[in-house]
């Protein structure tokens, strides 16, 4: 079974970036499709972005379409979510997601004003 972990999250100043980073134990090549989604208190789990490993366009929630950009790196079975101009809303706990089946176990983001 698919294994993922997050890192890239910590402390940032609004207006700032950080860049997410999600490392999968292997892939398929077929039908794997790779997304973040992220949850803050008190809300619901929020899709941000999916890439799919066999290529075609991203996909962006219109929340974050300006300032998000996924990406992948396939020989290492990686995808990233770089975040630009980041907002207090945007603090939350981010999540990588395997084919909207396998999680990872998220990293913070917090976001000062």
């Known amino acids: 079974q698919v294994t993922l972990v997050e890192s890239g999250g910590g402390l940032v100043q609004a207006g700032g970036s950080l860049r997410l980073s999600c490392t999968a134990s292997?892939?398929?090549?077929?039908?794997?499709?790779m997304a973040w989604f992220r949850q803050a208190p008190e809300k619901d789990r929020e899709f941000l972005a999916a890439i799919r490993w066999s290529g075609g366009s991203p996909y962006y929630a219109n929340a974050v379409k300006d300032r998000f950009t996924v990406s992948r790196a396939d020989a290492k079975n990686s995808v990233y979510l770089q975040m630009n101009s980041l907002k207090p809303e945007d603090t939350a706990v981010y999540f990588c997601?395997?084919?909207?089946?396998?999680w990872g176990q998220g990293t913070q983001v917090t976001v000062s004003s």
């Open positions: 997601n395997a084919d909207m089946k396998i």
């Open positions: 292997k892939r398929t090549f077929s039908t794997y499709t």
